[in-house]
């Protein structure tokens, strides 16, 4: 059934695909997965069906150890359950994970992956709290961007349901969870169709029931229970067939090409990086720059992290490869890699193949990964004798094992037109620019990306909208630095001197929000911005969005003015819209 295009999030697109395969959700919000249990609960009260043609129940508990607890009942008792969390609502469900996965009771949790306080608290994303539940016996499936969360929960719900093994399904916090793209929507018809409903009949028959009693949670002693334990094996080794069963009938359903490890980028290559989440959409912006120039590198995306098939990794190599960067979003303090790499560097040296190996972190708590970090690394991958151990995206004086980033040349898809707004938190921008970025996707051929840079103070601190659209797919889960339009809607900021105006690229427009006069706007623009406004040929316009609101009747609406003047001096829209 060809599918509907819709601009969402990955939250939401999670969402969409949970409530189709689920008839019990425990919740417990916490950032950034909030918004999954949000609209399960909003879609559960409208009435909305899943594909059992039952509206999902919603329980929301005192806590995240609570609806882990409420979602192991409620599989024990033979309904199909999920959840969603992340951080430290993740780790709460610990104990009860490892009950679940034991009793092989099938359920997906979605986990937007988010930072665990270590030194400091933090409530942007990275992996370290999905690996910290690598032990728990959950399989970890992972996804790139919104299309692919959408296209991949249904594998993990169809998968857990026929295997019995748990799944986390996972996609990164906020870079995935809150960017908004225009994905192709799942139709209930097709997930239904692909979901085993004998395994669903099997499971049911397998609840609590005292016309079919069975013993639960027993209390093994030493002489049983190694034996007992061991007995699992069969079900783990049967997941990733089970996953590539469930991914081939996606493929089948929408032609793409989704496997347990895929290749990207030149057949020959030399250089390989491998990795899971959102720098993978960066890495391929990346190798179509450089393959481009003849250079031989690629990438292995990683997608079934748990259980880890060596076979399928080393088949996904090229056979060309001298070099691999492996790189993890998370720390491990103490050990001799991270996650990621040691699983690669067990795999390669079981299977005694022999090339260089070394280990990168990036983007741990949000920070941001451009197409400069992934030129440094595959350029630290072309030297003799590369780092064993390194970090991008920072520069670091301690221990001095940050790769040096040069600026890099624009990697976006051709046609781009990409967007900037400076805003205060509570102010409306934020919310303007999601709208904006819908309407730009739901009523135009163009394809669209929005993510919001703001600080955990959210209300009162600075936020900056990053919108990007245009006619080819965008792949670019990173900030603009270089925007063809550029707002300010607090006139403060000018005084104060941040650089907005240098995020504009040359011949981009600029708008301020003030009430200033053009006398007043050259005495408080700073003289460096006045000198790079008139050597790059910058159009520079200001809108007075409060007075005008005021004259046309909109009250305090002063972003739906600004919205207007956006779409208007960006070209936003066609001239039939």
């Not at 070099?323 to 390669?348: C, F, M, N």
């Amino acid at each position: 059934m060809a599918r509907k295009m819709k601009s969402m999030d990955g939250n939401t697109a999670a969402a969409h695909v949970s409530y189709a395969f689920t008839e019990v959700a425990g919740i417990y919000p916490i950032t950034p997965s909030s918004p999954m249990a949000d609209n399960v609960d909003q879609w559960a009260a409208a009435g909305r069906k899943n594909i059992f043609g039952t509206t999902v129940k919603v329980v929301e508990m005192e806590s995240e150890a609570g609806a882990s607890g409420t979602v192991h009942g409620s599989l024990a008792a033979g309904a199909l359950t999920t959840t969603y969390t992340a951080s430290q609502g993740l780790l709460l469900m610990i104990p009860n994970m490892y009950k679940i996965a034991g009793e092989l009771l099938p359920c997906v949790f979605h986990v937007s992956a988010r930072t665990v306080a270590t030194h400091a608290l933090n409530i942007f994303g990275d992996h370290s709290d999905v690996m910290a539940c690598r032990q728990t016996g959950f399989a970890m499936l992972c996804e790139t961007n919104p299309q692919e969360v959408m296209d991949l929960s249904a594998v993990a719900h169809c998968a857990t349901i026929e295997s019995r093994v748990p799944f986390i399904n996972f996609f990164d916090g906020f870079r995935t969870s809150h960017e908004i793209q225009k994905i192709a929507v799942w139709d209930y018809d097709d997930l239904a169709d692909m979901v085993d409903m004998d395994a669903v009949a099997a499971f049911r028959k397998r609840a609590l029931n005292p016309e079919r009693p069975v013993m639960r949670g027993s209390h093994e002693n030493g002489d049983v229970f190694f034996q007992h334990r061991e007995a699992c094996n069969k079900y783990y080794e049967a997941v990733p067939g089970i996953v590539e069963k469930y991914m081939d009938k996606v493929n089948e359903k929408l032609g793409t090409d989704y496997k347990l490890f895929n290749y990207y980028g030149a057949p020959d290559a030399e250089r390989v990086i491998i990795a899971m989440g959102s720098i993978c959409d960066v890495a391929e912006e990346v190798i179509d720059y450089l393959t481009a120039q003849g250079e031989k590198v690629g990438l292995v995306k990683v997608r079934l992290f748990r259980p880890f098939r060596a076979d399928k990794l080393i088949e996904a190599i090229p056979a060309t490869a001298k070099k691999i960067a492996v790189l993890d979003r998370t720390k491990e303090p103490g050990s001799l890699g991270e996650p990621l790499y040691q699983d690669v560097v067990t795999a390669l040296a079981n299977a005694g193949i022999s090339a260089t190996i070394t280990g990168g972190r990036y983007g741990l708590g949000s920070k941001d990964t451009p197409p400069s970090s992934v030129f440094a690394v595959y350029e630290e991958l072309a030297k003799d004798e590369p780092k064993k151990q390194f970090t991008i995206g920072i520069s670091d004086d301690v221990t001095c094992l940050s790769l040096e980033e040069k600026p890099s040349p624009n990697t976006a898809a051709e046609g781009t037109i990409e967007c900037k707004f400076w805003g205060l938190g509570g102010d409306g921008t934020v919310g303007a620019n999601k709208n904006s970025i819908k309407i730009i996707g739901d009523n135009t051929d163009n394809y669209v990306q929005a993510y919001f840079q703001y600080d955990s103070k959210k209300t009162g601190g600075v936020t900056v909208s990053h919108l990007r659209f245009g006619a080819k797919p965008i792949k670019s889960p990173y900030y603009i630095n270089k925007a063809d339009f550029v707002a300010c809607h607090n006139p403060s900021y000018v005084v104060k001197g941040y650089k907005m105006v240098n995020d504009v690229k040359p011949g981009g427009v600029f708008l301020i929000n003030c009430q200033w006069t053009p006398e007043e706007l050259n005495e408080y623009m700073p003289a460096e911005a006045k000198r790079y406004i008139a050597k790059n040929n910058i159009q520079l316009y200001t809108i007075n969005a409060i007075d005008l609101a005021i004259q046309i009747g909109m009250g305090k609406r002063t972003n739906t003015i600004l919205q207007s003047a956006f779409f208007s001096l960006a070209k936003v829209m066609p001239e039939e819209k």
